[in-house]
């Protein structure tokens, strides 16, 4: 996998051209994103805070992966209050645009927190996200810090979410899962034409 850092864009004004297609990557503050990004891309793409909300920024990775291209669009993280009103506002409105507006995105991966699976925030994105979700559009849901669970909790985790995947940064679980089914969702059975041809 090679990645390219592209830009940094404050809003959706300074978005890249949609010329790409694009996985949107969604986690509310302290979901571990930059973990999971640093991880993703077996590189340090992401600076790792201990204060959540760092990412205020809508950020573009180039990926390309066994051939193909596709932009990875990372998300300011939602949830974090520690801002003025106004600017969660302006925030608010910015990615509610990005996100309902952008016709290339195919993806969006929703990183939900394993110890708190069911958190109202949580449920409320997904939501949202299917309140306008096209026919070409898919919700992909990763559990992340699943190192944190006892076999047993994870077990009932999987049982409630079948659809779900799950990944641990810290120990680099479950990563590749994540690669092969956003390459299965994008391209289709991507790697099967590979070795048929």
Same mark, same amino acid.
């Given at each position: ?8 864009? *404050? ?44 990412t205020k920024l809508i950020n573009f990775f180039e990926i390309e992966d066994k051939g193909k291209k596709y932009v990875l669009v990372?998300? *300011? ?11 969660l506002k302006d925030w608010g409105k910015n990615l509610d645009e990005f996100l309902k507006n952008r016709y290339n995105i195919k ?91």
């Open positions: 996998m090679k990645v390219k850092f592209i830009k940094s864009a *404050p809003t959706i004004k300074e978005a890249i051209e949609p010329n790409f297609t694009e996985v949107a990557l969604l986690g509310r503050s302290n979901v571990g994103k930059s973990s999971f990004l640093n991880t993703f891309t077996n590189q340090k793409i992401a600076k790792v805070s201990s204060t959540p909300g760092k990372d998300l *300011p993280g939602f949830g974090y209050a520690k801002v003025s009103k106004s600017m993806l969006f991966i929703h990183l939900r927190d394993a110890r708190h699976p069911d958190l109202d925030i949580d449920n409320n994105v997904d939501e949202y996200l299917k309140s306008f979700l096209r026919k070409d559009q898919q919700i992909l849901t990763v559990f992340t810090k699943i190192d944190k669970l006892k076999q047993s909790e994870l077990a009932k985790l999987k049982q409630k979410y079948p659809e779900a995947l799950f990944v641990s940064n810290l120990k680099k679980r479950g990563i590749d899962k994540v690669k092969e089914k956003i390459n299965e969702i994008l391209w289709g059975n991507y790697e099967n034409n590979q070795t048929n041809s």
